[in-house]
């Protein structure tokens, strides 16, 4: 049976700030089948950060709960990776040791931690740059090590928030077409936050929209374009969806704040 399946079921998240409780996410319910790409897009603090803190287990919920293969999440866990816009490398390993170093979890013999981190760095294209220090490899180059050391730990889910959001527009198409070959490979479920409306219809199978904090789910599209997947060449269909979505953000965007919660 397909593992990887994520259910969330009315979930809200509040934070505690300096004007006291804030409602991050309210109500929140969403399924991710296994081996799916799902993306979130949303206004700023609607809570999709939030959200992925939660099925990493670093945020517990207020009310609702989060379950991975039918057990519930209540902490951090490997079969869940999770890759943030900063690269999170530390600058004193080599790229083959940051990746080592998330293998160090499962105690495996020292031969095989490095082969499967020299693996995994092969698969992003590193395999020659092993050796080399955060500090002399490039922005792309170092989100490449940060996917390597999440992948070579077989995560049944991989959740990543806004990745890419500190890359050049170049290198950041790129590293969308290097990730979808990934993932192809390894078929984890992946949950992709990202504000960039285009990046999402590029690589995701379902995008959802979320509300104006406290965030909610308003809205879903499913897309059935195949990939390699470009709006330039995807017909008048996607075009409209990106359209939807541009407005229903720009409603978000310009309605009065919510201040009942």
């Known amino acids: 049976m397909p593992t990887g399946r994520v259910r969330i079921e009315n979930l809200t998240l509040r934070h505690d700030g300096d004007a006291g409780c804030i409602d991050a996410l309210t109500g929140c319910s969403l399924t991710l089948a296994p081996g799916s790409f799902t993306a979130l897009v949303g206004p700023s603090g609607c809570g999709k950060s939030s959200l992925v803190s939660a099925i990493a287990g670093f945020l517990a919920p207020v009310d609702g709960h989060i379950t991975l293969d039918g057990r519930r999440i209540t902490g951090p866990s490997p079969e869940v990776g999770v890759i943030f816009q900063q690269y999170a490398l530390f600058p004193w390993f080599t790229a083959l040791n940051?990746?080592?170093?998330?293998?160090?979890?499962?105690?495996?013999?020292?031969?095989?931690?490095?082969?499967?981190?020299?693996?995994?760095?092969?698969?992003?294209?590193?395999?020659?740059?092993?050796?080399?220090?955060?500090?002399?490899l490039s922005g792309g180059m170092q989100q490449r090590v940060a996917i390597a050391r999440t992948f070579a730990t077989d995560p049944r889910v991989l959740l990543m928030d806004e990745p890419f959001g500190a890359l050049d527009a170049q290198t950041r198409a790129q590293m969308q077409d290097l990730l979808l070959d990934v993932w192809h490979k390894h078929r984890a479920t992946v949950l992709l936050v990202t504000h960039d409306v285009d990046e999402a219809l590029r690589l995701a199978d379902d995008v959802h929209v979320m509300s104006r904090g406290p965030g909610?789910?308003?809205?879903?599209?499913?897309?059935?374009?195949?990939?390699?997947?470009?709006?330039?060449?995807?017909?008048?269909?996607?075009?409209?969806?990106?359209?939807?979505?541009?407005?229903?953000?720009?409603?978000?965007?310009?309605?009065?704040a919510d201040l009942s919660t």
Do not use: C
């Not at 940051?98 to 095989?112: C, D, I, S, T």
């Not at 693996?119 to 500090?135: I, T």
């Not at 017909?235 to 309605?255: K, N, P, S």
């Open 98 to 136: 940051n990746v080592r170093y998330g293998l160090r979890q499962f105690a495996l013999p020292r031969h095989e931690e490095r082969a499967r981190a020299q693996a995994a760095l092969a698969e992003v294209g590193l395999e020659a740059d092993a050796d080399k220090y955060p500090e002399q």
């Open 216 to 256: 909610r789910l308003i809205r879903h599209y499913a897309l059935s374009q195949p990939r390699p997947r470009t709006l330039s060449h995807s017909g008048d269909a996607l075009l409209q969806v990106r359209d939807e979505i541009f407005a229903l953000l720009r409603q978000q965007i310009d309605r009065p």
